[in-house]
């Protein structure tokens, strides 16, 4: 059973347009929502993250977006750019007790930003 | 500073070889994770350390999977007996504190032959 969910697999965007990201989960002690980037053959790179304490979070031209009763949490870049392209993985964690704050990956979204 | 470093960044095993990969995480940082990132797919949890105590191993696959931070730094992943499905990128993952921002390395490429 997959425990949080990413869609779309894939996304072409046009360069200077608004990719967004969405992921569900179902985990109810979930409570650290943390994107990350990953370019081919380097590891992932902590892009933005959020607490379920705000509805928002926004830093440069990321946002997250964060939908506690559907529990539903999205990425939104704007003004995509070609320097963009490469794969987004929305995870999630519990800081409950017992547990060592391990992550949970959605599959990804590979983006494609065309020039 | 630097970041989290791993070593090989590669590693062509035979089926049946026994294979060690090896983490740096950054310096101080308590926690250390290891995750299989198969291809087209997200990392999967394996095992955490908090210091030198390896905590939580309910991720590793089977028996053949064992990992040690002997010191409470450098932290090895050894494979036994490699199969076909080890074939995956082996990310380590550092935190300065538990339940803080994990920071990945750049993954060891593992191919089974």
């Known amino acids: 059973q997959q425990q949080v969910k990413q869609s779309p697999q894939s996304l072409i965007v046009q360069k200077g347009g608004i990719s967004i990201i969405n992921c569900a989960y179902e985990n109810t002690a979930f409570d650290y929502f943390p994107w990350y980037q990953q370019f081919p053959g380097k590891g992932p790179a902590l892009l933005i993250a959020i607490r379920p304490d705000v509805s928002e979070k926004k830093e440069g031209r990321f946002t997250i977006s964060f939908n506690k009763s559907a529990k539903q949490f999205s990425l939104h870049i704007m003004d995509s750019q070609p320097g963009d392209s490469a794969t987004y993985f929305c995870a999630a964690s519990t800081a409950a007790r017992g547990s060592q704050g391990n992550l949970i990956f959605g599959k990804g979204t590979k983006l494609s930003v065309k020039p | 500073g630097a970041g989290v470093s791993q070593s090989p960044r590669y590693k062509v095993a035979k089926r049946g070889q026994d294979v060690a990969l090896r983490c740096d995480p950054i310096?101080?940082?308590?926690?250390l994770f290891w995750y299989q990132q198969a291809l087209g797919q997200g990392p999967e949890f394996l095992t955490y350390f908090q210091n030198e105590a390896q905590l939580d191993k309910s991720g590793l696959p089977s028996d053949r999977f064992f990992a040690e931070r002997p010191e409470g730094s450098v932290s090895t992943l050894k494979i036994q007996r490699t199969q076909q499905e080890d074939s995956a990128v082996y990310l380590c993952?550092?935190?300065?504190?538990?339940?803080?921002?994990?920071?990945f390395g750049p993954g060891t490429r593992l191919t089974v032959t």
């Open positions: 310096s101080g940082h308590v926690s």
């Open positions: 993952a550092s935190s300065l504190r538990p339940l803080y921002e994990q920071y």
